[in-house]
């Protein structure tokens, strides 16, 4: 049986443990980068251009599947908060799954459009599907159910399989 030994300096150890944690820190870096651009690259190809009029407004939701009222049931000016707080940090999280991120607006009054969708899949309830806009560019939003408890999405349509 034969043993080999090595000695190694601790300096020469903490050199390649912080070259181990450097080369983590920017693996994760662009493994982040990589996830923002296909999340930018999908916002892209789902909303046109400009969203100024309503029809802009119904013809970027119809790109989802959704079929809507044709007048919001509310549109007013929202101010996007400043300060992070659990509940913006969720919301926020949902608009990043899309492509979004309602940071880059913060402190900033946004218009915000409410539509009723009347081809919501498989259910009773009434659903609601919300643009954020700032300069006739879709920011955020989601669909969501305005009962208590209820579901709050994305706006991809969800799949209607029953199993």
Same mark, same amino acid.
């Given at each position: 049986?034969?043993?080999?030994?090595?000695?190694?300096?601790?300096?020469?150890?903490?050199?390649?443990?912080?070259?181990?944690?450097?080369?983590?820190?920017?693996?994760?870096?662009?493994?982040?980068?990589?996830?923002?651009?296909?999340?930018?690259? =999908? #916002?892209?190809?789902?909303? +046109?251009? *400009?969203?100024?009029?309503?029809? %802009? $407004?119904?013809?970027? @939701?119809?790109?989802?599947?959704?079929?809507?009222?044709?007048?919001?049931?509310? =549109? #007013?000016?929202?101010?996007? +908060?400043? *300060?992070?707080?659990?509940?913006? %940090? $969720?919301?926020?999280? @949902?608009?990043?799954?899309?492509?979004?991120?309602?940071?880059?607006?913060?402190?900033?009054?946004?218009?915000?459009?409410?539509? *009723?969708?009347?081809?919501?899949?498989?259910?009773?309830?009434?659903?609601?599907?919300?643009?954020?806009?700032?300069?006739?560019?879709?920011?955020?939003?989601?669909?969501?159910?305005?009962?208590?408890?209820?579901?709050?999405?994305?706006?991809?349509?969800?799949?209607?399989?029953?199993?």
């Amino acid at each position: 049986m034969m043993i080999m030994t090595a000695k190694v300096s601790r300096g020469k150890l903490a050199v390649i443990a912080l070259l181990l944690v450097a080369a983590v820190l920017v693996l994760a870096f662009l493994l982040r980068s990589a996830k923002k651009e296909s999340a930018a690259e =999908s #916002q892209e190809q789902a909303a +046109p251009s *400009e969203v100024r009029t309503n029809e %802009d $407004r119904i013809t970027f @939701l119809s790109g989802f599947g959704w079929e809507v009222a044709p007048d919001p049931v509310q =549109s #007013q000016q929202v101010r996007i +908060p400043t *300060e992070l707080s659990d509940v913006f %940090d $969720r919301y926020n999280q @949902l608009q990043l799954s899309q492509g979004y991120d309602l940071s880059d607006y913060a402190g900033q009054s946004v218009e915000r459009y409410v539509y *009723e969708i009347t081809n919501y899949p498989s259910s009773g309830e009434t659903f609601y599907a919300t643009l954020l806009v700032s300069g006739g560019q879709v920011i955020g939003g989601d669909v969501s159910s305005q009962t208590q408890g209820g579901v709050m999405h994305g706006f991809q349509m969800p799949s209607t399989t029953k199993g």
